[in-house]
């Protein structure tokens, strides 16, 4: 089993033994492309997680867009029964107002009767009220 080097280690063996050189510049070349090659693996699956994130973003924001029309429409709905319902209101209260008004006038027409004959009574207990003293006057007499 071969046993990894790192780049320090590397260095420090080809510092030691200068003879060798062409073959660790190979080795360190082929160390730079793994190197670059285990970033380029690195940053793939990191772009890979990005892209599989957005996507899922994308789809929330789809399902949320639905769910938003959905609540739209179903306010819509409910401002235009809630405004039925003021007009119907509005409706009964005028009508209320109309049949009040009729029983107002109708009041009204019986307290000027009352009135009326409250004033022939009043008159006629006057009226009597004069006779019966001129009766006790000349009955005393």
Same mark, same amino acid.
């Given at each position: 089993?071969?046993?990894?080097?790192?780049?320090?280690?590397?260095?420090?063996?080809?510092?030691?033994?200068?003879?060798?050189?062409?073959?660790?510049?190979?080795?360190?070349?082929?160390?730079?492309?793994?190197?670059?090659?285990?970033?380029?693996?690195?940053?793939?699956?990191?772009?890979?997680?990005?892209?599989?994130?957005? #996507? /899922? %973003?994308?789809? &929330?924001?789809?399902? *949320?867009?639905?769910?938003?029309?959905?609540?739209?429409?179903?306010?819509? !709905? @409910?401002?235009?029964?809630?405004?039925?319902?003021?007009?119907?209101?509005?409706?009964?209260?005028?009508?209320?107002?109309?049949?009040?008004?009729?029983?107002? #006038? /109708? %009041?009204?027409? &019986?307290?000027?009767? *009352?009135?009326?004959?409250?004033?022939?009574?009043?008159?006629?207990?006057? !009226? @009597?009220?004069?006779?019966?003293?001129?009766?006790?006057?000349?009955?005393?007499?």
């Amino acid at each position: 089993m071969e046993k990894e080097i790192s780049s320090t280690e590397l260095l420090m063996m080809r510092g030691r033994s200068s003879a060798k050189s062409s073959a660790w510049n190979s080795i360190e070349k082929n160390l730079r492309v793994y190197e670059e090659e285990a970033k380029t693996v690195h940053w793939h699956d990191e772009v890979e997680k990005r892209d599989r994130e957005l #996507d /899922e %973003l994308k789809s &929330q924001l789809a399902t *949320l867009k639905e769910e938003f029309t959905a609540v739209k429409k179903r306010n819509k !709905q @409910l401002c235009f029964i809630l405004a039925q319902g003021e007009m119907k209101d509005k409706a009964e209260v005028l009508m209320q107002l109309e049949e009040l008004t009729v029983v107002k #006038d /109708e %009041l009204t027409q &019986q307290v000027v009767q *009352l009135h009326g004959s409250l004033e022939q009574e009043r008159s006629k207990v006057h !009226q @009597l009220t004069g006779e019966l003293q001129k009766q006790q006057k000349h009955g005393k007499k």
